[in-house]
T-cell receptor, first 115, second 112 residues
Framework: NAGVMQNPRHLVRRRGQEARLRCSPM?????VYWYRQLPEEGLKFMVY????????ESGMPKERFSAEFPKEGPSILRIQQVVRGDSAAYFC?????????????FGDGTRLSIL | DQQVKQNSPSLSVQEGRISILNCDYT??????FLWYKKYPAEGPTFLIS?????DKNEDGRFTVFLNKSAKHLSLHIVPSQPGDSAVYFC???????????FGQGTRLTINP
């Protein structure tokens, strides 16, 4: 009975490298959300995807960040040319359908550290 | 622009007593509210939610109250148990948008 699976759990990158974070939603869920949490802060929405479509990317930084949710395989959050300020916990959530009464279920996050 | 605010960073409560966590919001477009609980190194876990058409929702030891005129909601946990020690996040959304707007969290500690 797998929940939302994120990997890796911890990722260390040097400045200028690329970071790829993966998220497999719960079985039967076709909606995926990415959030970022900086230390001592709440989670901040980044992007909302359905299979093969980006529905809302209003929280994504304009440069270096991209997300996809292909027809097959996990959702990927990609950060190019990472900088120190990208260090954070990145959480993925999924829901079975659209609608406020469909609570988002979260994975345990990927902790990204930039050296 | 913090649209959802949890003004108490921490709260300490005796085991068996009531824990009350508070949350204020500024955006009157919000019409659905949720509480999540988070342990260290884990993701948030959904606890309870409430629609703006209601003023109270109860699930076991957890009750959420919504005061729309004051733009305020609260989570009551009674009786409090040691396993309730965690960070609690309030979140809000509005119709037509799936994204959740989170508060900063309140760290609840239940003392034996």
């Amino acid at each position: 009975n797998a929940g939302v699976m994120q990997n890796p759990r911890h990722l260390v990158r040097r400045r200028g490298q690329e970071a790829r974070l993966r998220c497999s939603p719960m079985k039967g869920h076709s909606h995926v959300y990415w959030y970022r949490q900086l230390p001592e802060e709440g989670l901040k929405f980044m992007v909302y995807l359905q299979k093969e479509n980006i529905i809302d990317e209003s929280g994504m930084p304009k440069e270096r960040f991209s997300a996809e949710f292909p027809k097959e395989g996990p959702s990927i959050l990609r950060i190019q040319q990472v900088v120190r300020g990208d260090s954070a916990a990145y959480f993925c959530a999924s829901s079975p359908a659209q609608g406020q009464d469909q609570p988002q279920h979260f994975g345990d996050g990927t902790r990204l550290s930039i050296l | 622009d913090q649209q959802v605010k949890q003004n108490s960073p921490s709260l300490s409560v005796q085991e068996g007593r009531i824990s009350i966590l508070n949350c204020d919001y500024t955006n009157s477009m919000f019409d659905y509210f949720l509480w999540y609980k988070k342990y260290p190194a884990e993701g948030p876990t959904f606890l309870i939610s409430i629609s703006s058409i209601k003023d109270k929702n109860e699930d076991g030891r957890f009750t959420v109250f919504l005061n729309k005129s004051a733009k305020h909601l609260s989570l009551h946990i009674v009786p409090s148990q040691p396993g309730d020690s965690a960070v609690y996040f309030c979140a809000a959304s509005f119709q037509g948008a799936q994204k959740l707007v989170f508060g900063q969290g309140t760290r609840l500690t239940i003392n034996p």
